[in-house]
């Protein structure tokens, strides 16, 4: 089964990936996380991306889809993919669906955490304290959100249709969206 997890920066995909990745044997697919190794390991890539991720600009589709291609193409993860934070423009949207089909693969659900713009600062901050990202300072987090709003709702609009797309609450607690989203998946 492959997922998609949306949601604006702070939206708790992260989290929910990680249960869902003990829940269902799956592997999270963070693109963040992945550019962010990068960057630990100064590679060439981490060299080109470490100006736009720390100023929560988005990173070139064409870095980041030849990382998803290498997961996608992986036969020990084929089916069992859990999408966090790709894809986030449309052009990521119709990569992803040209790999998954080329690999014989598909979308099995789409869950939106959908959390007002105030919840996710508080959130953020938090977890600035906790976790020391560099991007997480709150202008980055002012652009990052603005960043989402503009160029991933429209990739809302088009999974919308998906039978089986879900929005759910993500302002509640994550215990409750983690039920939420196992009752939907009957787990
Ligand atoms: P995240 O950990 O998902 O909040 O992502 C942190 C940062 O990584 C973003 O602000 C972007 O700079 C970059 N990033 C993550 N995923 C993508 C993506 N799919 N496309 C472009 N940039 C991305």
């Not at 990382?67 to 020990?76: A, H, Q, R, S």
């Amino acid at each position: 089964m492959n997922l998609i997890l949306f949601g604006p920066p702070g939206a708790g995909k992260g989290t929910q990936a990680k249960n869902l990745e003990k829940k269902l044997n799956n592997y999270q697919v963070s693109t963040g996380d992945m550019l962010r190794d990068e960057i630990k390991k100064d590679s060439e890539i981490g060299k080109k991306i470490i100006n736009f991720m720390n100023e929560g600009k988005f990173v070139d589709n064409t870095i980041v889809n030849k990382l998803m291609e290498k997961v996608i193409f992986d036969p020990n993860k084929k089916n069992r993919l859990i999408f966090d934070g790709y894809p986030r423009a449309i052009d990521q949207a119709k990569n992803l669906d040209f790999l998954l089909s080329s690999s014989n693969q598909k979308i099995d659900y789409i869950f939106f955490l959908n959390v007002k713009k105030e919840t996710i600062i508080k959130r953020i901050e938090k977890r600035k304290s906790l976790e020391k990202r560099s991007d997480d300072d709150l202008n980055t987090i002012l652009k990052r959100y603005e960043t989402y709003m503009e160029t991933t709702k429209p990739v809302l609009d088009y999974y919308s249709s998906h039978q089986n797309y879900h929005e759910i609450d993500g302002s509640m607690k994550i215990e409750e969206i983690t039920s939420k989203i196992e009752e939907i998946l009957k787990l």
